[in-house]
């Protein structure tokens, strides 16, 4: 089983900054890719940001330049630090990695419970 745990959403203003963190927990081979979606109500999940267990990185053109996905493989862990946040940028974030439980099987995604962030304008 494996459990994805997320913290750092809440509340901020415009123009301000907040760090997500995830933690993968639980009994597994290796983690694969690890990212970021959003989730606004009423519209479909989409990706903010990947990241390679090798560390390559890919990020919505909404977001590029302002918000910067980085990892700690020995930790499990993945984060994704936000600047200059707007408005449009409230949404659940949810935590994503595709992990492989042990080595002789295929690797599936797993997603956190999710992650408020609001931006007040």
């Known amino acids: 089983q494996v459990h994805l745990v997320e913290s750092g959403g809440g509340l901020v203003e415009t123009g301000g900054s907040l760090r997500l963190s995830c933690a993968a927990s639980?009994?597994?081979?290796?983690?694969?890719?690890m990212g970021w979606y959003r989730q606004a109500p009423g519209e479909q999940r989409e990706l903010v940001a990947s990241i390679t267990s090798s560390g390559r990185t890919v990020y919505a053109d909404s977001v590029k330049g302002r918000f910067t996905i980085s990892r700690d493989n020995a930790k499990n862990a993945v984060f994704l630090q936000m600047n200059s946040l707007k408005p449009e940028d409230t949404s659940v974030y949810y935590c994503n990695a595709n992990v492989k439980v042990i080595w002789v099987a295929a690797a599936a995604d797993y997603w956190g419970q999710g992650t408020q962030v609001t931006v007040s304008s």
């Open positions: 639980g009994s597994f081979f290796s983690i694969n890719d």
